[in-house]
């Protein structure tokens, strides 16, 4: 970002005593005399064994044997240790609580629509019993404890059901985006020993039906360790069968019995396997734990949305991304309803084609309480109009909640004002697969600016540091933690040296994320996008979101990203990839007039060296542009891990682009 970064003014919205009354946060905070929430985040940052132990009781978190030491730091910081002593299986908080309660059994625990128009929902109890005969069914396939359990699934119930029974028997789930390819799953196949896969026939996208499991089966060709493999009939396509390996979900789960013991687990036993992308092309396999990440979904969950019993979130996300397993243990702890859908978002149901309000329409046929989207969803959404929106019955819907990437202006207002009608809160939510959620979040008891987060999360003792380590307010820094929390990764599957380089060796003893960001004095949050995409130009730094904002301001624009390439003179120079709004054609007038509004706007000595258009550009499926493939395909240079693409053809139309 540049030195002189100008944040974002005014106070959009401010809670009213309907959201902050019956807020969770409130209850936490008169629970333990607690009067305001910067006192709050003061007490839990300065004490996080206390606030800690404090959530787990809120959230009724059961421990089959009870914890004798909440935090143990004596490996460091870089290595603490939870709940010491204490035994619990997560899924008997999440699931077995609720089917026990004759009342609680009823109410929706999954509700789901596919892209074609059929839904289903699970109650508590249907939910209980469909875990129990898939983790009888694993177990019969000769999957135990401590084994690891690949989900390659679209987004249906049985990702839900198999996420949850592998944890039941003690299992590790190692959670994968259903549009890998071959190689990327063979890679963490291999990488985690997986010994067993459950995958589907195919899904519907965009009116096709694409199929997965021969993508499953070239993958598990190439790995060894993948001894069973459990197939969901979604689609309907016709798949080979592997005789002695594979085996027919729907022929596998009537023969169960509907009980199955919970695996008694140590608190700190892995439950499960994310991985991110890495750009060396290994990716890493973030481990997290029974009592990790669940009860860190839960409370961000809890205190930054204010998810209660009874309300429906829905994340527009996928099983292989965190968000995913993070909607699924943060509702069913609250006792919520996740609603899941497995489709492209503006696509209509069979024979319908595109259908721009299809997200609207979920929100209302489903009266969903919460939203979460991405700003680049947004962005195209928005040029359809308001009234694709406003058609739909959004009374139910209480919160917005965005995370994947920084916000631009027009976007972030477009979403507030002419959808969320200027009294729905977007709470703004970052942090990451190693975090278990956030690190920034918006709040029902904070105001809220444009783009910005409210503060930290509560437990979360974030700061904004410069180069030395210090704190730094109103200038941009690094964003950094510097104390443990429960939702912290235990470090890289197999790989702890890659871990400890990843995150702490810059400070010491201090979590450096890898983001920019800054604090207003008003102490509102700002991420202003990755510090490695940070741009130097002649000692000037520039961040992408800056120059992709003034682009996105213009109409003619729909999304836009900017990256540094190497100069002589200046060091680095910026260069532009613009997608344009439907119906609009390239030109080099076009070109010009944006070439003119980024000098207005930056300055000449910041103009870029071109500007591109594109078609598209490359992202993953939780919506994040990679700037980073930008960049070394503009350059010719090695792409490394792109597993995570969700459409490769926009990286290889980069270098054509003119």
């Known amino acids: 970002m540049p030195d002189d970064f100008t944040f974002g003014g005014e106070f959009a919205w401010r809670p009213s005593a309907e959201y902050s009354e019956r807020s969770h946060a409130q209850r936490f905070m008169r629970q333990h005399g607690i009067e305001t ?12 064994a206390w606030f800690t132990d404090a959530v787990l009781k809120y959230l009724g978190v059961q421990f089959e044997t009870p914890y004798a030491q909440v935090l143990d730091l004596s490996g460091g910081p870089e290595w603490p240790r939870w709940c010491v002593g204490g035994r619990l299986n997560i899924v008997l908080s999440c699931v ?15 509700v789901w629509e596919g892209e074609e128009g059929q839904t289903r929902t699970l109650t508590y109890l249907d939910l209980y019993l469909e875990v129990n005969h898939c983790a009888n069914a694993l177990r ?3 999957v135990g404890k401590g084994q690891v359990v690949a989900l390659l699934l679209p987004m249906t119930p049985e990702a839900v059901i198999a996420l949850l029974a592998v944890a039941k028997i003690g299992g590790i789930a190692l959670p994968l985006f259903s549009g890998y390819g071959a190689g990327a799953i063979a890679a963490r196949l291999n990488d985690a020993g997986a010994v067993a896969l459950v995958t589907a026939d195919g899904f519907f996208r965009r009116g096709q039906v694409v199929a997965l499991k021969p993508t499953a089966d070239e993958a598990a060709a190439q790995a060894p360790s993948v001894r069973e493999v459990l197939v969901v009939r979604r689609a309907g396509n016709p798949v080979a069968m592997t005789t002695a390996r594979d085996h027919w979900w729907h022929e596998v789960m009537p023969r169960q019995s509907a009980f199955a013991a919970p695996e008694s687990m140590e608190a700190e036993d892995p439950l499960m396997l994310l991985y991110t992308s890495g750009t060396s092309g290994k990716p890493k396999g973030a481990v997290h734990t029974h ?22 979130l829905y994340w527009v996300t996928d099983m292989g991304w965190m968000m995913g397993p993070w909607l699924v243990f943060g509702t069913l702890l609250l006792g919520a309803t996740m609603f899941i859908y497995d489709g492209a978002p503006d696509q209509g149901p069979a024979g319908q084609g595109q259908m721009p309000d299809r997200l609207w329409a979920l929100a209302a046929r489903h009266k969903l309480t919460h939203l979460g989207v991405s700003p680049t969803l947004v962005r195209a959404l928005s040029p359809y109009g308001e009234a694709m929106a406003r058609r739909h019955d959004l009374s139910a819907l209480r919160y917005f909640a965005s995370t994947g990437e920084p916000w631009n202006p027009d976007p972030w207002w477009w979403l507030f004002q002419a959808v969320g009608e200027g009294r729905r809160p977007i709470i703004n939510y970052s942090g990451g697969t190693e975090v278990s959620g956030g690190i920034l979040m918006g709040s029902p008891l904070l105001p809220l600016k444009p783009c910005a987060f409210s503060a930290p999360c509560p437990g979360m003792a974030a700061d904004v540091v410069d180069e030395a380590g210090q704190p730094v307010r109103n200038a941009v820094g690094e964003l950094v933690i510097r104390q443990p ?10 790989d702890p040296e890659r871990y400890l380089a990843a995150y702490w060796q810059r400070f010491p003893g201090v979590w450096v994320h890898g983001d920019f960001a ?3 004095a008003d102490g509102a949050w700002y991420l202003l996008g990755r510090s490695d995409d940070t741009i130097k130009i002649a000692g000037k730094r520039l961040g992408p979101a800056e120059v992709e904002s003034v682009l996105v301001h213009d109409p003619s624009v729909v999304e836009a990203a900017a990256i540094g390439v190497p100069d002589e003179l200046k060091g680095s120079v910026v260069v532009c990839f613009v997608v ?14 944006l070439r003119e509004q980024l000098i207005g706007a930056l300055g000449k000595a910041l103009q870029p060296r071109e500007i591109r258009f594109v078609r598209e550009l490359p992202k993953t499926r939780n919506a994040k542009v990679m700037r980073r ?3 070394a395909a503009y350059l010719g240079q090695p792409l490394g891990d792109t597993s995570a693409l969700e459409n490769p053809a926009a990286v290889e139309a980069i270098g054509r682009a003119s």
């Open 37 to 48: 929430f910067p006192a709050l985040l003061e007490r839990s940052t300065a004490d996080v």
């Open 96 to 110: 077995d609580r609720y089917a026990g309660d004759r009342a609680l059994a009823r109410r929706p625990a999954v």
């Open 140 to 142: 019969e396939l000769g």
């Open 291 to 312: 009592c990790g990440f669940p009860v860190k979904a839960a409370q961000d969950m809890a205190l930054g949305l204010d998810v209660q019993p009874g309300d429906t």
């Open 485 to 494: 929390w429960i939702g912290m990764t235990r470090g890289f599957w197999r």
């Open 518 to 520: 800054a604090i207003d």
């Open 580 to 593: 344009l709004a439907p119906g609009v054609e390239p030109s080099e007038a076009l070109n010009a007039a």
């Open 629 to 631: 493939l930008i960049r």
